[in-house]
C-alpha cells in the first residue's frame, strides 16, 4: 500500500478532529477530481513502519476524533487487503476513535467486504462534477452519500449519517440561495 500524506489536523473530513491517511490508487478518475495526483497506485510513498507509527502517535491524542480514509480510494483493489488490516488495528489499539473512509464505489458494491465491519461512517459514490454542491456537508456532490455504518449494520438498510443541526443549517442555505438567486 502506498500513500500521499497523513494530514496530523483535519476537520474537512468527519467528525471532529481527525487523522486523514490519503492513500495512493484510484480506477473511478472523476472528472475534476480534487486529487487527480492519487490515482496512481504506485505514486507517493511506501506506508511502512515509520509511517504507521507516525500515525499512530496522531491517534494516540485525546484530541484526535479518529482516522479518515481516503485518497485516491482507500477501497482501490490494490488497497482493500492493507486497509482493512490497518483499520483492525486501529479498532484495537484505538477502541474509541472512529473510523470514516471516502470511496468512490457504492456501498452497495463493496457492502460485503471485510472492511465494512470496521467504519463507523462510509462516504460512498463517485464525484460528479455536474451534481458538485459545495454546501454539502462532506461531499463534493450531490449523488455522494454519508452512510452510518453502525446503524446501517443494526437495521439492514443504508441509514444516513446526519445531525438535525447539520440539515437545517443546509436546508437553510439552499433556502437563501434558492431565493437570491431566481
Avoid at 465491519?117 to 463534493?140: A, Q, T
Wanted: net charge negative; proline share 4%; charged share 30%.
Amino acid at each position: 500500500m502506498r500513500y500521499h500524506n497523513i494530514t496530523k489536523d483535519d476537520m474537512n473530513n468527519g467528525d471532529g478532529l481527525r487523522a486523514v491517511l490519503w492513500l495512493s490508487g484510484c480506477d473511478h478518475c472523476c472528472e475534476q477530481c480534487q486529487n487527480p495526483v492519487t490515482w496512481d497506485p504506485n505514486g507517493g510513498l511506501p506506508f511502512d513502519e515509520a509511517a504507521k507509527e507516525e500515525l499512530f502517535s496522531v491517534l494516540e491524542k485525546d484530541y484526535i476524533s479518529g482516522i479518515t480514509f481516503s485518497g485516491g480510494d482507500p477501497l482501490f483493489l490494490g488497497n482493500r487487503e492493507d486497509v482493512t488490516t490497518l483499520a483492525k488495528e486501529i479498532k484495537m489499539r484505538f477502541p474509541k476513535k472512529t473510523i470514516w473512509l471516502y470511496t468512490g464505489y457504492l456501498y452497495e458494491q463493496v457492502e460485503k467486504l471485510p472492511i465494512m465491519e470496521l467504519i463507523d461512517v462510509l462516504v460512498d459514490g463517485p464525484f460528479e462534477v455536474d451534481k458538485k454542491d459545495n454546501l454539502l456537508h462532506w461531499v463534493g456532490s450531490s449523488n455522494q452519500r454519508v452512510i452510518d455504518m453502525q446503524q446501517t449494520r443494526k437495521t439492514g438498510k443504508v441509514v444516513l449519517h446526519l445531525t438535525e443541526e447539520v440539515d437545517t443549517t443546509l436546508i437553510e442555505k439552499r433556502e437563501n440561495v434558492r431565493s437570491c438567486c431566481c
